[in-house]
């Protein structure tokens, strides 16, 4: 662990430039990367690319590139910050890692909206210090630009030096046995016939709501963290109660009993407790979450904030046509006609239904409906821990009453929302000018809104 930055200071002061920081800090007994320097100029930065690059091979832990950093922490403030990022650092990225294997079979994996992926399985070979034997290859669109057949060799390369990629086939190797990649007619999950529409370049399986490998992904999506979230409920739990005949869509996961667990391999009683009481804290969840829960092609966690705040209910949701949904931010006509779509299907009516039969709730909002959320316009900022509520519950009340949540503070934040141990964000609200509000103070924020 190397440090590189500080928090919160209080009670004394530091050294005003990074570099310097970074010193006293090593005076102190932290590590820090022995390889960091101060340079002058933009030429300064290339040298010390340049000079890294050839270096990292022989560094003893994984680096994918260089972090230049405006030195003086003055200027840092005054730079702000955009969306994710600050404006007062940026990334020089090294060319990604490659290697040179041969593509012994081309298997086609199914989504939760019927895509069909084609990934390529690899003789193994190690690229960047990880071992490659597969690679997406996106579509056929992509397999017929690579020229690609079974038996090839190709070059691939860690994108972002993370995700395995085809780059090129090596025309120069000798390849032999050569077989062409077949495009396939039925789904191989549920052989299904597989369709491509007009505006698309992929391959779709036609049984939405048949087929086992759409359904999997489905749940899979429902259950993850940023939709119900419920903890302990991985794809191979998924897959494995399926299998089990115990689940066949997300709603069945809120009939699951015990005794049922206890039934299957590495279930015992203390896991089988702690995964039924995670499905039944999710019950309690937000609008907004359902929403992007439910899989709507095309739409995203912002989106489905969006039609939260814009519809308010399910039921008006559900009841919308495409004319106001286009009125919300971030939907437009190919989003809109998804969603109608979905809310219109008598199969995805009858799922809605029966998850709140079995008791998924979210707090309707007592707002008048031709009137403004309360906190509608505001931007608020989240840092810290907190006692009564994580953070995740804490964005999703502020987002319930109508307010945007950024993930920095910049002149145009409406207040902070800070925890114990707050750090950076709360240093520059304070710079700012910015109202900081701490537990107490939010619970008297929210609680007459509710």
Request: proline residues 5%.
């Given at each position: 662990?190397?440090?590189?930055?500080?928090?919160?200071?209080?009670g004394?002061?530091?050294?005003?430039?990074?570099?310097?920081?970074?010193?006293?800090?090593?005076?102190?007994?932290?590590?820090i990367?022995?390889?960091?320097?101060?340079?002058?100029?933009?030429?300064?930065?290339?040298?010390?690319?340049?000079?890294?690059?050839?270096?990292?091979?022989?560094l003893?832990?994984?680096?994918?590139?260089?972090?230049?950093?405006?030195?003086?922490?003055?200027?840092?403030?005054?730079?702000?910050?955009?969306?994710?990022?600050p404006?007062?650092?940026?990334?020089?990225?090294?060319?990604?890692?490659?290697?040179?294997?041969?593509?012994?079979?081309?298997?086609?994996?199914?989504?939760?909206?019927?895509?069909?992926?084609?990934?390529?399985?690899?003789?193994?070979?190690?690229?960047?210090?990880?071992?490659i034997?597969?690679?997406?290859?996106?579509n056929f669109?992509?397999?017929?630009?690579l020229?690609?057949?079974?038996n090839?060799?190709?070059?691939?390369?860690?994108?972002?030096?993370v995700?395995p990629?085809?780059?090129?086939v090596?025309?120069?190797?000798?390849?032999?046995?050569l077989?062409?990649?077949?495009?396939?007619?039925?789904?191989?999950?549920?052989?299904?016939?597989?369709?491509?529409?007009p505006?698309?370049?992929?391959?779709?399986?036609?049984?939405?709501?048949?087929?086992?490998?759409?359904?999997?992904?489905?749940?899979?999506?429902?259950?993850?963290?940023?939709?119900?979230?419920?903890d302990?409920?991985?794809?191979?739990?998924?897959e494995q109660?399926m299998?089990?005949?115990?689940?066949?869509?997300?709603?069945?996961?809120?009939?699951?009993a015990?005794?049922?667990?206890l039934?299957?391999?590495?279930?015992?009683?203390?896991?089988?407790?702690?995964?039924?009481?995670?499905?039944?804290?999710?019950?309690?969840?937000?609008?907004?979450?359902?929403?992007?829960?439910?899989?709507?092609?095309?739409?995203?966690?912002?989106?489905?904030?969006?039609?939260?705040?814009?519809?308010?209910?399910?039921?008006?949701?559900?009841?919308?046509?495409?004319?106001?949904?286009?009125?919300?931010?971030?939907?437009?006509?190919?989003?809109?006609?998804?969603?109608?779509?979905?809310?219109?299907?008598?199969?995805?009516?009858?799922l809605?239904d029966?998850?709140?039969?079995l008791?998924?709730?979210w707090p309707?909002?007592?707002?008048?409906?031709?009137?403004?959320?309360?906190?509608?316009?505001?931007?608020?900022?989240?840092?810290?821990?907190?006692?009564?509520?994580?953070?995740?519950?804490l964005?999703?009340q502020?987002?319930?009453?109508?307010?945007?949540?950024?993930?920095?503070v910049?002149?145009?934040?409406?207040?902070?929302?800070?925890?114990?141990?707050?750090?950076?964000?709360?240093?520059?609200a304070?710079?700012?000018?910015?109202?900081?509000?701490?537990?107490?103070?939010?619970?008297?924020?929210l609680?007459p809104?509710?």
């Amino acid at each position: 662990m190397f440090a590189y930055s500080v928090g919160l200071v209080s009670g004394g002061r530091l050294p005003e430039d990074h570099y310097a920081l970074m010193q006293h800090l090593k005076g102190w007994g932290f590590r820090i990367n022995s390889d960091i320097q101060q340079v002058i100029d933009a030429a300064g930065c290339q040298q010390y690319f340049e000079a890294l690059a050839k270096r990292r091979a022989d560094l003893a832990y994984e680096i994918d590139g260089v972090v230049f950093k405006v030195d003086s922490l003055a200027s840092q403030t005054e730079l702000g910050f955009l969306t994710r990022t600050p404006r007062w650092a940026i990334a020089g990225k090294f060319p990604a890692a490659q290697g040179r294997t041969r593509v012994l079979e081309v298997e086609f994996q199914v989504g939760r909206t019927g895509a069909i992926t084609p990934v390529a399985r690899l003789e193994p070979v190690q690229v960047g210090g990880v071992v490659i034997s597969n690679a997406t290859l996106h579509n056929f669109d992509e397999i017929e630009r690579l020229g690609l057949n079974i038996n090839h060799v190709v070059i691939i390369e860690r994108a972002g030096d993370v995700i395995p990629k085809v780059i090129r086939v090596d025309t120069q190797a000798q390849s032999f046995d050569l077989r062409p990649i077949v495009r396939p007619q039925q789904c191989p999950e549920c052989q299904s016939d597989l369709i491509q529409r007009p505006d698309e370049v992929i391959l779709r399986c036609a049984n939405d709501l048949g087929c086992p490998a759409q359904q999997k992904e489905r749940i899979r999506h429902f259950v993850s963290r940023l939709a119900m979230d419920i903890d302990g409920l991985g794809g191979k739990v998924v897959e494995q109660l399926m299998k089990a005949g115990l689940i066949h869509n997300a709603a069945d996961l809120y009939a699951l009993a015990y005794d049922q667990l206890l039934t299957l391999e590495r279930f015992a009683p203390t896991s089988a407790k702690k995964l039924i009481a995670s499905i039944q804290a999710s019950k309690t969840t937000s609008l907004s979450r359902f929403i992007y829960a439910l899989g709507i092609p095309e739409v995203g966690e912002a989106t489905a904030a969006s039609l939260a705040q814009a519809f308010r209910s399910l039921q008006a949701l559900m009841s919308a046509d495409d004319t106001a949904l286009i009125n919300v931010p971030d939907v437009g006509p190919i989003v809109a006609a998804q969603i109608t779509a979905y809310m219109r299907h008598p199969s995805n009516q009858l799922l809605i239904d029966r998850l709140c039969q079995l008791g998924v709730v979210w707090p309707e909002s007592a707002a008048i409906p031709d009137q403004p959320l309360p906190l509608a316009g505001q931007t608020w900022v989240i840092t810290g821990t907190f006692d009564g509520f994580t953070r995740s519950q804490l964005k999703t009340q502020l987002q319930h009453f109508g307010a945007k949540v950024a993930g920095s503070v910049s002149a145009k934040t409406t207040g902070l929302a800070a925890g114990r141990e707050a750090g950076s964000k709360l240093t520059k609200a304070e710079s700012l000018g910015i109202p900081v509000i701490d537990e107490a103070g939010l619970r008297s924020l929210l609680e007459p809104l509710q």
